[in-house]
């Protein structure tokens, strides 16, 4: 069993696994829609995490890891507890990176817009304004945003996850912003 990760799954992978490959999965877009209470926000402050949203054009980049033998009914046990915060599985193509490897089901989680956790879209200076003020038992959401666009960055050069990286833009900007009051 293949599970994708887009997100946290990419850079705190605290589960076992077998085998890894950079790859991506079609048909959909990253954003940091899903609200986060239990990871990089609390309850009636929440944090924002990525989720996915079909998205015809759309190709998002991550990491396919392949669960030890034996051990995939623990591992997703343990993911699925990981996941918790309104996600539910779904199965689709991945396409590794390497053009020797043929293409590959793997298993993926997904904040549904169904979900109680889901923010849904809001005007990126407001996300990244509730990205920068939010922190939660796994840290602050800044840390989050940060470590995804670094890892991507570095695992896939060439993509322009747009999203991703004008939020990690304007969150850095405002980090500026606010050292600067500070410092007045």
């Not at 918790?84 to 689709?92: A, H, L, M, Q």
């Not at 407001?126 to 939010?134: G, K």
């Not at 890892?151 to 939020?167: G, K, Q, T, W």
Request: aromatic letters at 12%; charged letters at 25%; a negative charge.
């Amino acid at each position: 069993m293949w599970v994708f990760g887009y997100g946290s799954l990419i850079w705190k992978v605290d589960f076992p696994y077998e085998e890894k490959m950079v790859g991506r999965i079609l048909g959909y877009s990253r954003r940091f829609w899903q609200g986060s209470t239990d990871h990089r926000g609390v309850p009636g402050k929440p944090g924002r995490v990525v989720t996915l949203v079909e998205d015809p054009e759309g190709c998002v980049w991550g990491v396919a890891y392949r669960l030890p033998a034996g051990q995939e009914c623990e591992v997703k046990a343990y993911l699925d507890f990981r996941e918790k915060g309104g996600y539910r599985t779904n199965t689709v193509t991945f396409y590794p990176k390497n053009p020797s490897a043929k293409p590959f089901d793997v298993l993926l989680y997904i904040g549904t817009c169904d979900n109680p956790n889901y923010l849904g879209p809001a005007p990126l200076e407001e996300i990244a304004e509730q990205i920068l003020n939010s922190v939660g038992p796994s840290g602050r959401n800044t840390e989050y945003l940060f470590e995804l666009a670094n890892s991507i960055r570095n695992l896939v050069p060439e993509d322009a996850d747009e999203h991703l990286f004008s939020l990690e833009k304007l969150v850095k900007e405002l980090l500026e912003k606010h050292q600067n009051l500070h410092c007045l």
